[in-house]
């Protein structure tokens, strides 16, 4: 036989035993808090109401191991919408719905995406992506990004390549999409500030949920 053919075929079947050993190898299982206990005081801004819960259609489209979505009103009247999507293990096809591919389908148009930064209370920053969004006479300004394992990222396909590094180093995969909705109303630059001081608030109170 070919000496390199024979390397390569080696190569291909150590890496194919690889493959199969990361695949069906478990898993370490971090310890969390349900999001049903997310508080409902973030700063300025309290819940208003109970939070929503989706049809059971939905709730399989989503694969979510655990969910919040609720409504907040701050101090001025501002009304926001955030939603947390916890997913315990990306291995077996569950994984986030990124709202670039949900909001549209829902008659969403989502206009003027920037990547912006978004400072935590004790001054550490982060990336988050930034839209405006508009379905008939409602217009929103919306903050996401992705959490989990320690690491934070506004690119799906960057947390993408972390879940996977993560998966061997850490045998984990666990992590959050973190959105967050404030209605723009009349006042763009009072509402994108808004939304920004929000999605701070959230991050803030993210680790007992999302573990590090």
């Not at 349900?34 to 059971?56: C, H, N, Y």
């Not at 919040?68 to 009304?79: A, P």
Request: net charge negative.
């Amino acid at each position: 036989m070919n000496l390199r053919f024979a390397k390569l075929i080696v190569l291909l079947v150590a890496g194919a035993a690889l493959v199969n050993w990361l695949y069906f190898r478990g898993e370490n299982i971090v310890a969390r808090q349900g999001l049903d206990a997310f508080p409902k005081v973030l700063g300025e801004w309290r819940q208003r109401g109970d939070a929503f819960t989706f049809s059971e259609e939905t709730d399989r489209v989503l694969g979510a191991t655990d969910y919040t979505m609720r409504e907040y009103v701050s101090s001025e009247g501002k009304v926001a919408n955030i939603y947390i999507g916890y997913y315990g293990s990306q291995k077996v096809g569950a994984t986030y719905h990124s709202p670039q591919n949900c909001l549209p389908g829902a008659g969403w148009v989502m206009l003027d995406p920037q990547e912006v930064e978004i400072t935590r209370a004790d001054g550490t920053k982060f990336a988050a992506n930034q839209f405006f969004v508009e379905n008939g006479s409602y217009r929103e300004v919306m903050i996401y990004w992705y959490e989990g394992r320690g690491r934070t990222a506004a690119s799906e396909y960057a947390d993408k390549m972390h879940s996977i590094l993560d998966s061997i180093l850490k045998r984990r995969t666990d992590g959050a999409m973190i959105r967050v909705m404030v209605n723009v109303g009349d006042d763009e630059a009072g509402a994108t500030e808004a939304v920004r001081r929000l999605s701070a608030e959230v991050a803030d109170r993210l680790s007992p949920f999302v573990p590090n």
